[in-house]
């Protein structure tokens, strides 16, 4: 069965500190996974679409990478207005998208 | 800029009664959009994946007859939540994805609220 998990469920970072959040997944058919933000209150933002191992691409302080088995969102000295939850979803070869179920980040000042 | 966008952002409505959100791709025509609601603290539930020209189509335990969609144009879909109830009360989003299924967008979402 198709499945994808986010971990941790919740990341505290005091401002600057650096760290990285995982989405692991197993699905038949890997067609893209795709990394959104979502605020409270609001739809997810989209981020990136990476499609195979060894990619990655960066956004500010984002960088997402790809394996054959996970994907990491890593973020550099976050600031407080990086604080949201981060969702992971993987196309699959029906073109079904499956959601992990987020990472709340929280970043202090 | 808005890629997607929704209307209205919040709605309260009394038991019984029908709501309507409207879902619009602002920057490219769309033949299928999606609709998923989310309840707090949970991650997105794919509802219904509506189809310009064509019937929706709903996924497991998703009432058809309740939560009517309409893809009236490549860049309009709406729901349409019919008698609602306290339990329908949720956070609703329209997604579009781009024709070469590299991004999908989402709008700002409508929260809808039943009394």
């Known amino acids: 069965e198709d499945q994808v998990t986010q971990s941790p469920e919740a990341l505290r970072l005091q401002e600057g500190e650096s760290s990285s959040l995982n989405c692991s997944y197993t699905?038949?058919?890997?067609?893209?996974l795709f990394w959104y933000r979502q605020d409270p209150g609001k739809g997810p933002e989209f981020l990136f679409t990476?499609?195979?191992?060894?990619e990655e691409k960066e956004k500010e302080r984002l960088k997402a990478t790809l394996t054959k088995k996970e994907s990491f969102l890593h973020i550099t000295a976050p600031k407080p207005e990086d604080s949201a939850t981060y969702l992971c979803?993987?196309?699959?070869?029906?073109?079904?998208?499956?959601w992990g179920a987020g990472t709340k980040l929280i970043i202090k000042p | 800029g808005a890629v997607v966008s929704q209307h209205p952002s919040r709605v309260i409505c009394k038991s019984g009664t029908s709501v309507k959100i409207e879902c619009r791709s602002l920057?490219?025509?769309?033949?299928?959009m999606f609709w998923y609601r989310q309840f707090p603290k949970q991650s997105l539930m794919l509802m219904a994946t509506?189809?310009?020209?064509?019937?929706?189509?709903?996924e497991q335990g998703v009432e058809k007859d309740k939560f009517l969609i309409n893809h009236a144009s490549l860049t309009l879909s709406t729901l349409t939540v019919t008698s609602a109830h306290p339990e329908d009360s949720s956070f609703y989003i329209c997604?579009?994805?781009?024709?070469?299924?590299?991004?999908?967008?989402f709008g700002p979402g409508t929260r809808l609220t039943v009394l």
């Open positions: 920057d490219f025509q769309a033949t299928t």
């Open positions: 699905v038949s058919g890997l067609r893209g």
């Open positions: 997604s579009v994805r781009t024709p070469d299924y590299n991004e999908q967008f």
């Open positions: 990476l499609y195979s191992a060894g």
């Open positions: 509506s189809n310009e020209g064509s019937k929706a189509t709903y």
């Open positions: 979803a993987v196309l699959d070869s029906n073109y079904q998208l499956i």
